[in-house]
């Protein structure tokens, strides 16, 4: 969780959460003997919670908390110890009056209560609630007891070290946990992305483009690291793309019938349902007009309180809500860089012995990467800029320069939502995981700055 994540809108599923696999005995011995307790995967940042081994997260609710007191209080109480029995004597009997998740959000308008966000822009923003929102996660919905556990948690790019320090404090003087691994969540994509029937060579060498609700990242890493320098943001995510279905549809009158506070929902659920990505945008413009009864869809609600029913026509906004990512003068005047050339930026200002993996290996992750199509588009546009910087190269070089091409490959895969914490699942069911992870024995000798350090599984790369 020093860099977790989680979704909105997703029904949260749960599963016995122990089963068999193997825990180390011993670090330094080097033997493992069959336990049930498996490693323990939050990922806090796009909030899913399971066990390792498993292929879907038990739980998938937002990072919110709901505490006595109004939103723009900030607490300073101290941290919660271990166990939610000691709660009252530490804090208070009124600091175990909190929710988390959906039912902080349930509870947003209950009287005396106020809504939190502890992790703004992917960082944790107030370890206090992020303490308590942890204590909860493990306590009522893995229902684990820590110190039998080991933990994987994520942390989003160029988390600062200090961050590390705080969460294993937390962790080990808190939960008293057996051991701590902190992954950076663009490896844990990397990782995820072996689950795909077109991955031959399992490496930790390639360019993760990570787009959830609010942001787009486009990491590259080489061997497991991540080259922090060459790393660019793009203030384009699912959010911004709801809002622009929402503006096309109003502009055609389609929700003068939706009741406004169901607006962005119907929005959203357009934007899920409904759209794909295009080839060619004035083809695909020329094809709903010639045929609006083959391409148009109709999308029908209800009214969350009266139970109303209503109607609206889908129709261009299948193809131009994804397009803003390929075009993004369309929505924006103030960010006008296609993602195919970001991702190339990003690419030429990584070390140059590692840009063919780079271009080789692009993976995707992250609910917005999800539209149909949105691998070949990006692809076949990033390629025609490789091709096109090969051809001037060679131009100008005569004769003297001859080019073998730079292959460019982007992977979809099925877990592609859930890709960083289906990476941790993964590397964490691996008997490296235990080797790789700092124990409560090495906290305890050396303490927090244990943490800094960064280690990648041999067998995994």
Known sequence: MAGGRLEHDVPCRFSHPLSATTELDSPKSGKYTPSVHCPAIPDHHHPKYRFAGNSDPSFVFPTAIATRGSPSQTSRAPAIPAKPGHLASKRGVEDLDFFIGDEALANAKTPGYGVHYPIRHGMIDNWDYMERFWEQTIFKYLRAEPEDHYFLLTEPPLNPPENREQTAEI???????????????????????????????????????????????????AEGYVIGSAIKHIPIAGRDISQFVLNLMRERGEMAHVPPEDQLKVASKVKENYSYVCQDIVREFR?????????????????????????????????????????????????????????????QQSPIDVRRGLYKNIVLSGGSTMFQHFGNRLKRDLKQLVDRRLDASVLAAGSALKSSGVEVDVISHKRQRYAVWFGGSLLASLPEFYTSCHTKAQYDEIGPSICRRYQIFGSAT
Not at 184 to 192: C, N, P, R, S
Not at 204 to 214: A, F, H, P, R
Not at 319 to 332: D, G, K, Q, R, T
């Open 171 to 221: 962790f080990f003087e808190s939960f008293n946990i057996k051991g701590l691994y902190i992954a950076v969540q663009a490896v844990l994509a990397l990782a995820a992305s072996w689950s795909s029937s077109r991955v031959t060579d399992r490496t930790l060498t390639g360019t993760v483009i990570d787009s959830g609700d609010g942001v787009t990242h486009v990491i590259p890493c």
């Open 287 to 347: 094809k709903y007009d010639e045929e609006p009864l083959k391409y148009f869809e109709r999308y029908e609600g209800e009214h969350s309180v009266t139970g109303r029913k209503y109607g609206v026509d889908v129709g261009y906004e299948r193809f131009l809500a994804p397009e803003i990512f390929f075009n993004p003068e369309i929505f924006s005047s103030d960010f006008l860089t296609p993602l195919p050339e970001i991702v190339d930026d990003v690419i």
